[in-house]
């Protein structure tokens, strides 16, 4: 209350006591009344337009957020996409070649008159040996873009092999040796898909790195680690380390030191909103060898999580 309003009311009340009123007094005292109203009542307006003004404003500034966010995790995703196409690719090149090598031989040793059923047999294992590694990496890179959003308990160990398993050759043909150590029975807790994201977001930099910096024996570790309370999951190359210039900023959006069309600096931005995700969390630190990336997830009990779903 004002003092204007707080004076006017001591004035109403004397008056009353006073029971001095008369019937001009009674008039002027309500037409001040109305006139208070009325400067309340336009108060009042001008505070809720300018409320929903802001209102209005904050949701068109949390919708453009959310569309941003939208847009970069699909930007992610594409790049992520395409990095694996590659590695597929690769993937597929030998087991193709072999297969259309043994189309040829077949040719060749049906004219030399060596075909018979033993043979036909003993071709048929080979041929389908080739067939299935093509449709596991096919079923593998499937699995990893499916927009699949349950979060559960899943094996750490096993998660970086997927990972592992299908960029193995990419990284065989870029001489880089990967090495996972630790504890093999580490589970940790979220949507396995988006933390694989992570992995593959770490081991294309390190490849970029070793590229760029024309390193010549290249090798990357990834370690486990488990106590009462946390997973933890070190990942550390020795490509020479990330530049100092951006060390400090590499987790947020568009922050990038390669050229354009070689990188947009998302990678790492949606690696650490994923870690988020988990309640875990990303950071990275440089050794004198190279990068070192650690993943700290908590370890979720079955008991937090059920109080987490009540
Ligand atoms: N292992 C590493 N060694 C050296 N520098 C690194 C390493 N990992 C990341 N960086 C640095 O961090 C920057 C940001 O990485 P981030 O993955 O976010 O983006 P990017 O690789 O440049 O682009 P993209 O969106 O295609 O992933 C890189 O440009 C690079 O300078
Ligand atoms: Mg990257």
Known sequence: MDNDTQLFLE???????????DKTEIKKILQQCKRRIKRFDTILKQSDKQLSMQV?????????????????????KHAAMGEMMDAVAHQWKQPLNAITMLTDLLLMEYKEDKVDEAYLETYKKILWEQINHLLNTLAEFR??????KEKKHFNLYRAINSVLLLVKDEFMKEMITIKVTGDETAAIYGVENEFKHIILNILNNAKDAFNEKDIHSREMTCTIEQNSENVMLKICDNAGGIPLSVIKDIFKPNITTKAEGKGTGIGLYMSAQIAEKMDATLTACNTDR????????????????REEIL
Do not use: M, Y
Not at 56 to 76: G, P
């Open 56 to 76: 209005h404003q904050l949701e068109q500034e949390f919708e453009l957020r959310v569309n941003n966010e939208r847009i970069l995790a699909q930007q992610a």
């Open 290 to 305: 190279g990068a070192c990336f650690t993943f700290l997830a908590p370890i979720h009990t079955k008991n937090t999580i």
């Open 11 to 21: 004035q109403l009340d004397d008056a009353i006591n006073a029971a001095t009123i």
């Open 143 to 148: 699995s990893f873009f499916r927009p699949d």
